[in-house]
């Protein structure tokens, strides 16, 4: 397959599949938004609560779309998620955004999370970039704000975890069941870190590019092993790291997210140390690959036991940050892993009856119809994004 070949194949992929689905199948023409959970067999749920991220999400993924393709309903959807996401999930008494909503809008989870203020930054700042609007701009800029206000360590470094809906301690800071219930975690600070370089593109402030810079080092310094090249998960408030889990997926996404933002920040020595870290994370990354294409979910070091199941998430990830190690390095081994991962999407995640993506396929090779097709962690932020990536890389 030629690189045009690849890029006409998810560009179409995008426009043909996944946004007509969330476009007539996954909005809730009853009370707006989307609805909060669409089930593997195309069940719909239309009293299911509503998360924050998926709508900030759906929110970044149509402004961005229509960026790249004008269509019309691409910016009305942008526009009309980006009304419902203020107007239900931010908190106007306390500030930032309610964890999660009923479906008619009410909070009915008000603590805030740092994951989902991260999305709301990035959905807004996206929304602001491509249309212009203040408001967007201004709430992206009041988000920021108050994530330095609150969750920022002044004293240690790092960012918080979760608090309640009034800004204090909360004792379950995880961001779901599986996660170790600690302070400070790769993943909230890597999509910290993903927002405020979106953030920076609109509004390049001399305070923002502190943080940034920041956040930058922190990867280097804390959450990379240098030596390996995998990424340390879970940090208490002292950066005590706990080990135990290498998730595949998370280290070929930060190979190409610490890139982008330190290219976006445009400081030169800092861009300098992410280059040379960069095949350090991927070939990591890339011991989970297997050898039909896909990228296995995760390795538990503590007992050796491997998680084969190959979510959505993790094969776009791999797609994308497989292609940019090629485009950067030069490897062509990360472009035909690249093209082989993108050939096991095509064959065994993308539901050609139904629309979108499976939730995965299972270690025995069947499809998990148990996982959501829409939902509070199925959205259309990845595999969109990997399309998009993909399709303006020129």
Known sequence: MTTTEFQTSVLNELKENILPYWMTKAKDRQNGGFLGRIAGDETHYPNAPKGAFLHARILWTFSAAYSLIPNPQYLEIANETQVYLLSHFKDDTYKGFYWLIDSNGLPIDAKKQMYAQGFAMYGLSEHARITGNQESLDQAKELYHLIEEKSFDKHKNGYFEAFT??????????????????????????????????????????????????????????????????????????????????????????????????????????????????????????????????????????????????????????????????????????????????????????????????????????????????????????????????????
Request: proline share 3%.
């Open 165 to 394: 809906r009034d800004w204090h301690e909360i004792p379950d800071m995880r961001l779901s069941l599986k996660d170790a219930n600690e302070k400070k975690t790769m993943n909230t600070h890597l999509h910290i870190l993903e927002a405020y370089a979106n953030l920076f593109r609109v509004w390049p402030s001399e305070m923002l590019s502190q943080s940034l810079s920041n956040l930058i080092a922190l990867f280097l310094d804390k959450f990379i092993n240098p030596e390996t090249g995998h990424l340390q998960l879970f940090f208490d408030e002292d950066w005590d790291k706990k080990e135990g889990i290498i998730s595949y997926g998370h280290e070929i996404e930060t190979s190409w997210l610490l890139h982008e933002a330190a290219v976006v920040l445009g400081d030169k020595s800092l861009l300098k140390r992410v280059e040379a870290m960069v095949p350090k994370i991927v070939d990591a990354a890339r011991e989970g690959l297997l050898p039909d294409g896909s990228l296995l979910y995760e390795l538990d070091t503590t007992n050796g036991h491997i998680d084969a199941e190959r979510h959505w998430w993790v094969q776009t990830e791999a797609v994308v940050g497989l292609w940019k190690a090629y485009r950067l390095l030069g490897a062509d081994t990360y472009k035909q892993e690249a093209l082989a991962c993108w050939q096991y999407i095509q064959q065994h995640l993308i539901d050609r009856e139904h629309g979108e993506w499976f939730w995965s396929i299972n270690a025995d090779g069947t499809v998990n119809r148990n996982g959501d097709k829409a939902g509070f962690w199925k959205c259309p932020y990845h595999n969109s994004r990997m399309c998009m990536e993909i399709a303006q890389d020129i």
